[in-house]
C-alpha cells in the first residue's frame, strides 16, 4: 500500500436506515474519510432496508431476500464488495451472502439434500436471479485493510497526540467470526491500530466486545442501563478521555442514552460518566484534518470539543515538560563537559516540544 | 487348474441378505471350478479342515473363500492352504460381508453381486503363481527418538532386553516435560524424584549411547537395516572435559534469558545447565543470546571455566548409526493460551498456564515452591482454573480431548490448598474426565476434604478489575462465566487465573513422520497402524511408537505405551534374520527404459537406479523395503514394474469377469 492518500479505490457504499438517521453522522464522517483517504464510495441505488433483526427473527428467506435485493442493486451498477459502516447491516448482508452461496435454509430440519434451494425462494421473492458473488465489508475494513494503516498514518495531518482512547468495537463487528472473518473475535485490534495511527494513545480495554445492551433500551431498559454503565465504568477506569464507538445501536446507548444509564449508576451508588462517545471515523476525520462540518460533530450528545481541548493543553503541558528537562539535562553536561570530566556518549537531544503548529480544530 | 470355492454364511451376517447356496452354485461353472460349497462359519476349526480336506482329496491348485475382508481372515485361510500342501498365496478372498451383506438389504441384487466377486477372484486366482518370501539379516540396534519419560522407559527396557539403544534427545537434556512437574496425580509423588533415578540409570547403563541436543536429520533403509543420521548441535562446551559444576553460570553476564525449563517465568544465563538432575549434567551455550556469538564480546565463561571446557569454535556434528528398529517418543507440546483471547493469556501477567504455575509450585523451581503472583509477587488468596484451553474446542481447530487436564487442575487445586491453606481455589470445567485407577477417587478427594469449588460451565471472560492510569494490572482479575447447573452468571475476583492448557503435537512432528515415512494426523500426532489391535506399530515397518507422540497421554499410559513399543522391538529383534513380503514390486528390467519416475514416486524409498555395464540405468526394487503400494506399477510409462500378486493381468482378468456378467445380464 503506497504510502499517500490517492489510494484508488472504488467500493459500493450501502449507508444502512440508521445512517440516514439517529447516526446520520456516522454517514457523514465515513464519507469524509473516506474521500479524504481516496475511496471512492458508490452508493447502491435506490437501497432499501437489510432487514435488520426483526426480518431473522420472523424468517430467514425473507431476511435473506431483504438483503439479497440491496446485494444485487450493487451487482447491477457492477460492484461485488459493498462497504457498509453499521455493523448489524454487516451481518444481515453477509449472512444472504453466506446462505446463498450454501443454498441450505439455516432453519430447515431436512436432510441436506432436500432441504428446499435457499436460492430458489429468495429468488421467488426477488422475482429476478439473486446476486451471485457480492458481500458486504465493513467501513473498518476497507480503512484497516485496504487502504492500510501505514497509509492512514502517513496522510494524517493534525494527529491526536495525548488523547487516551478506550476503543469499543461491540460484539458484533467481528463476531461471528466464521461469518464477519476479520481481526480477532475476542481481542480485536484494527480499531486500536487506526487509533494508534490517528496519534491517540489506545488504552488497554477489556471491554472491546461486550455487549451493551443493544436494542433492550425498549424493551428492557434496565439490561440495557447495566450493561452500558459497566461499560463506561470500564472505560473510565482505564482512563479513558473518550470511548470510540463503531456501531450506531452501540452509540446511541452510550452517548444518547447516556442520561439514563447515569440514572441507573447513580442510584445504584455508582458514579456519573462524561466521557463523550463519539465514532472512530469522527476522530479519524479529525486527524485527517477534516472540518468538523463534514464530521457532524454537532450531533453528539456529549460534546467532543472540551474533551479535544483538555487533552491538547495537557499535551502541549507535558512537551514543555520534557522540553525543560531535556535543556536542563543538556545544560548540565555541557557544564560536565566544560568541567572536562565527561568524555562519555554524547547525550540525546531532547524530544522537541509537541506540534504546536496545529491550530483548534474549527 | 483346479479350483475350489467356499461361500462362507458368517452366521447371519452374510446369509440373511445373501443366498449363499446360490452364490456356491454359480461358482461351479466358473472355468477351471471343480469345487464349490457353503458353510456355516470357514473360518472355523471345521471350515479350515474341510479346505485343507478338499485340497487334499481333489488335488486341488488354488482356493477361493467369499466371506469377510481380508483384514480380518486372510491370515488364517492362507494358513489352511498352506498346511495342506499349497503356496499361500494361491489363495483369493472375495468380501461378500463388508461388500455386499453389511451394505443392503435387497436378498436378490446382494446374491448377483456376491456371485460377481467370487467370480473375480477365481479369475484373479488363475493367475496366482506361487510366491516366497526371503529373508535378509538384522542390526540389533534400536533408536529412540526422544527422550521424555516414554523413550527413557523404551530405552531402559530395550537396553535391559539386550539391545543397544541410541538415544536422541533435542534437548540439552533428558526428562521431557515431567522432569517439570512438581507432583504427579492421583498420589501427589514428587515428579522428579520418580523420574531421577530412571534418568541416571539411562546416563549411566552401558548399552545406551545418549545424544543430547541432537536431531534425526535422515532416515533410510528398512526394517533391520535403518541407517539414520543425527545431527549433534555443538553445545560450544567440550562435554568429555565439562564437570558441571556450574562456575561459568555465576559469572554469565547475559541474564536476561528466558528459562525454558521453568516455562519463562524467570530468566536464566546464555550460558546453561537447564536443572540440578540434568542428564547430561553439563553447560551448554545457546549461541542466539551469548553476547559473544551476537555481539562478538565478552568470553568470561572461557576465562573462568576450571576444566577449560568452553570452546566458542566448536562445530555441529552429523553422526551415522546402523540400527534396526526406531521408536518415536517425541512427546508433545502445550497449547499456545495467546490464541484464546478472551482469556487474556499474554495480555494480563496474573494469568499464566498450568505448566508455569507447576513450576511455581516446585520445591526447585523459581519461587522455591512459593506461589507468588508474577505481576506484584504477592500470594493468591483466590485461585481460579480454568479447564479445557485449548481442548474440545472446535474454534481453535482442537476439538479433542487432552485426557490429563481434568486430573492435573486437580491436583493443581489441591496443592494451591496445601501451600496456602486459607487461599480459595475454584475450577471452571465441562466435564470431568477422570478414567484412570484411583483418578475419580482423586477429584472426590479435591472437592470433599479440600473443598475446591467445582463450577461447571465456561468462562467467558477475564479482565482486570481495577489499576492505575493507562491500563490495568496489579488489581485482581475478575473471571465472568456460566454456571451451567444454576443456569446463573458468575463473577469471581480472582488473585491468579491458571489456564489448563490442552495438547498438541511436537512441534515439527509433520517434518519428523515425512523423514521416518510414517503418517501423522491432521493435528500431526503420529498414526498408529490400527487404532485398536495394533496401537504402538505404524505402517511402516520397524517403526514403533511410545508416549504422546501418537496422542495425548499421562504419564502412565506414555510409559505403558513406551513398554510395549520396547516389547515389540525385542520380539522383531530376536530373530537373527527376518522375512520380507513377496507381495511387491518387480522390474522386468527388459521393459525399463531408465526415466527414474518410480524412483521419484515411491514414496518409502524403496526403489533406486541401478546403472547397466554400459552405463544404461534401470529400476531395482529394493524387496526389503517396498510395502507393495502398487504405485511405481502405475506411474511406470512402459508398464516395467508390476506388482507381485496385482499384476496387470490379474486386475484386468477381474475387470473382465466383471464385465462380462454385466453384459450377460444387460443382455438377457
Redesign the interface.
Known amino acids: 500500500m503506497s504510502g499517500s492518500a490517492t489510494t484508488s479505490l472504488t467500493l459500493g457504499y450501502y449507508p444502512g436506515c440508521s445512517q440516514t438517521g439517529t447516526a446520520a453522522e456516522y454517514d457523514r464522517s465515513s464519507r469524509a474519510c473516506c474521500q479524504a483517504l481516496g475511496v471512492r464510495l458508490v452508493d447502491v441505488p435506490d437501497w432499501t432496508c437489510c432487514g435488520s433483526t426483526p426480518a431473522h427473527t420472523v424468517d430467514h428467506v425473507l431476511a435473506g431476500a431483504l438483503a439479497a435485493r440491496n446485494l444485487l442493486q450493487a451487482e447491477r451498477i457492477g460492484h461485488d464488495r459493498v462497504a457498509t459502516p453499521c455493523p448489524s447491516c454487516l451481518a444481515a448482508l453477509r449472512t444472504a451472502s453466506q446462505h446463498l452461496a450454501q443454498d441450505v435454509q439455516p432453519d430447515s430440519n431436512a436432510p441436506e439434500d432436500m432441504a428446499p434451494s435457499f436460492r430458489a425462494e429468495v429468488e421467488r421473492l426477488l422475482d429476478r436471479p439473486a446476486p451471485l458473488r457480492a458481500s458486504a465489508v465493513s467501513v473498518l475494513q476497507v480503512l484497516a485493510e485496504d487502504v492500510g494503516i501505514a497509509a492512514i498514518a502517513s496522510a494524517v495531518k493534525k494527529p491526536l497526540t495525548g488523547l487516551?482512547v478506550a476503543p469499543y468495537y461491540g460484539c458484533l463487528l467481528n463476531r461471528p467470526?466464521g461469518l464477519m472473518a476479520f481481526d480477532?473475535?475476542?481481542?480485536p485490534t484494527a480499531l486500536d491500530r487506526v487509533l494508534t495511527a490517528c496519534g491517540a494513545?489506545v488504552?488497554?480495554f477489556?471491554?472491546k466486545t461486550?455487549c451493551c445492551g443493544a436494542a433492550f433500551g425498549m424493551p428492557r431498559l434496565d439490561i440495557m442501563q447495566r450493561l452500558s454503565a459497566r461499560i463506561l465504568d470500564?472505560a473510565d477506569?482505564?482512563?479513558a478521555d473518550v470511548i470510540v464507538v463503531a456501531c450506531p445501536l452501540c452509540q446511541m446507548n452510550l452517548d444518547l442514552r447516556r442520561g439514563q444509564v447515569n440514572d441507573h449508576s447513580r442510584r445504584q451508588g455508582g458514579r456519573e460518566f462524561s466521557l463523550p462517545a463519539p465514532y472512530f471515523t469522527q476522530l479519524l476525520g479529525l486527524a485527517l484534518g477534516l472540518a468538523e462540518a463534514d464530521l457532524g460533530l454537532d450531533k453528539l450528545v456529549l460534546d467532543l470539543r472540551p474533551v479535544l481541548e483538555a487533552a491538547r493543553a495537557r499535551e502541549q503541558k507535558r512537551a514543555l515538560e520534557v522540553a525543560a528537562v531535556a535543556a536542563a539535562k543538556t545544560a548540565a553536561k555541557a557544564a560536565a563537559k566544560a568541567d572536562g570530566t565527561s568524555g562519555q556518549k554524547p547525550g540525546k537531544p531532547g524530544s522537541e516540544p509537541g506540534p504546536k503548529e496545529d491550530a483548534p480544530c474549527a | 487348474m483346479r479350483i475350489g470355492v467356499m461361500v462362507c454364511h458368517c452366521g447371519n451376517n452374510i446369509a440373511a441378505t445373501v443366498d449363499c447356496e446360490a452364490v456356491a452354485l454359480a461358482a461351479r461353472e466358473f472355468p477351471d471350478v471343480v469345487f464349490a460349497t457353503d458353510h456355516m462359519y470357514a473360518c472355523s476349526d471345521p471350515g479350515q479342515k474341510t479346505i485343507e480336506q478338499t485340497i487334499r482329496d481333489l488335488k486341488l491348485d488354488g482356493v477361493v473363500v467369499a466371506s469377510c475382508s481380508p483384514r480380518m481372515h486372510e491370515v488364517t485361510f492362507r494358513r489352511a492352504v498352506e498346511r495342506a500342501g499349497l503356496n499361500r498365496y494361491m489363495f483369493e478372498m472375495a468380501n461378500i460381508r463388508e461388500h455386499v451383506a453389511w451394505i443392503s438389504l435387497d436378498r436378490k441384487r446382494n446374491t448377483e453381486k456376491a456371485t460377481d466377486l467370487v467370480r473375480m477372484a477365481v479369475e484373479k486366482l488363475r493367475y496366482d503363481r506361487p510366491l516366497t518370501a526371503k529373508s535378509f539379516e538384522v542390526h540389533k540396534r534400536v533408536l529412540i527418538i526422544g527422550a521424555g519419560v516414554a523413550g527413557i522407559q523404551a530405552a531402559l527396557d530395550c537396553a535391559e532386553g539386550g539391545l543397544d539403544v541410541v538415544l536422541v534427545e533435542r534437548r540439552q537434556s533428558i526428562g521431557g516435560i515431567m522432569s517439570k512437574l512438581d507432583k504427579t496425580f492421583p498420589t501427589i509423588d514428587c515428579s522428579v524424584c520418580v523420574l531421577g533415578p530412571k534418568m541416571v540409570d539411562v546416563g549411566q547403563h552401558p548399552r545406551i549411547t545418549l545424544h543430547t541436543l541432537s536431531e534425526v536429520e535422515e532416515l533410510s533403509g528398512y526394517v533391520g537395516n535403518f541407517e539414520v543420521k543425527i545431527r549433534k548441535k555443538s553445545p560450544f562446551v567440550d562435554w568429555t572435559k565439562c564437570t558441571g559444576c556450574g562456575a561459568c553460570l555465576e559469572k554469565c553476564p547475559s541474564k536476561k534469558v528466558p528459562d525454558r525449563h521453568n516455562e519463562g517465568i524467570c530468566t536464566t544465563t546464555a550460558i546453561t545447565i537447564p536443572f540440578p538432575q540434568a542428564i547430561p549434567k553439563r553447560a551448554a551455550i545457546d549461541p542466539t543470546v551469548c553476547l559473544r556469538f551476537t555481539k562478538g564480546k565478552c568470553g568470561v565463561c572461557q576465562k573462568v571455566c576450571p576444566a577449560n571446557a568452553v570452546d566458542y569454535d566448536m562445530q555441529d556434528e552429523v553422526l551415522t548409526e546402523k540400527v534396526g528398529a526406531v521408536i518415536t517418543a517425541t512427546g508433545l507440546d502445550l497449547f499456545d493460551h495467546t490464541k484464546c483471547g478472551e482469556y487474556g493469556g499474554g495480555r494480563y501477567p496474573d494469568v499464566i498456564t498450568s505448566l508455569q504455575y507447576e513450576r511455581m509450585l516446585s520445591a526447585s523451581g523459581p519461587t522455591a515452591g512459593h506461589i507468588k503472583r508474577p505481576s506484584d509477587g504477592a500470594e493468591p488468596k483466590t485461585v481460579v482454573f480454568i479447564a479445557c484451553v485449548g481442548s474440545r474446542d472446535r474454534s481453535v481447530d482442537r476439538p479433542y480431548c487432552s485426557t490429563f487436564c481434568c486430573m492435573y487442575t486437580a491436583k493443581q487445586a489441591i496443592l494451591t490448598r496445601d501451600h496456602i491453606p486459607d487461599a480459595k481455589a475454584y475450577v471452571f470445567y465441562m466435564d470431568i474426565r477422570a478414567c484412570g485407577k484411583g483418578y475419580e477417587e482423586f477429584i472426590r478427594r479435591a472437592q470433599e476434604e479440600y473443598d475446591v469449588q467445582y463450577i461447571r460451565g465456561r468462562v467467558a471472560q477475564v479482565y482486570p478489575t481495577s489499576g492505575p492510569t493507562g491500563g490495568p494490572s496489579g488489581g485482581q482479575l475478575m473471571v465472568r462465566g456460566a454456571d451451567t447447573l444454576l443456569g446463573a452468571q458468575v463473577e469471581i475476583a480472582a488473585d491468579l487465573v491458571v489456564l489448563a492448557v490442552g495438547a498438541e503435537a511436537a512441534h515439527g512432528a509433520p517434518e519428523l513422520a515425512e523423514k521416518l515415512r510414517i503418517s501423522c494426523d491432521a493435528y500431526g500426532f503420529f498414526l498408529e497402524s490400527h487404532p485398536k489391535l495394533r496401537p504402538v506399530e505404524t505402517n511402516t515397518v520397524g517403526i514403533f511408537l511410545a508416549g504422546a507422540c501418537q496422542a495425548p497421554k499421562d504419564i502412565p499410559a506414555s510409559v505403558a505405551q513406551a513398554s510395549a513399543a520396547a516389547g515389540k522391538v525385542l520380539a522383531l529383534l530376536s530373530k537373527d534374520k527376518l522375512e520380507s513380503d513377496p507381495q511387491i514390486a518387480q522390474v522386468q528390467t527388459i521393459r525399463c527404459i531408465g526415466c527414474g519416475k518410480c524412483e521419484r514416486t515411491c514414496p518409502f524409498g524403496a526403489i533406486r537406479m541401478r546403472e547397466l555395464r554400459d552405463g544404461s540405468k534401470r529400476a531395482e526394487v529394493v524387496e526389503t523395503v517396498c510395502q507393495g503400494c502398487g504405485i511405481c506399477s502405475v506411474t511406470c510409462p512402459v508398464r516395467a514394474i508390476q506388482l507381485a500378486h496385482f499384476t496387470d493381468s490379474q486386475l484386468l482378468a477381474e475387470v473382465n469377469a466383471l464385465c462380462r456378467t454385466w453384459d450377460e445380464t444387460t443382455e438377457s
Open positions: 487516551r467470526p480477532d473475535p475476542e481481542n494513545t488504552v488497554d477489556p471491554f461486550e470500564m477506569t482505564c482512563g
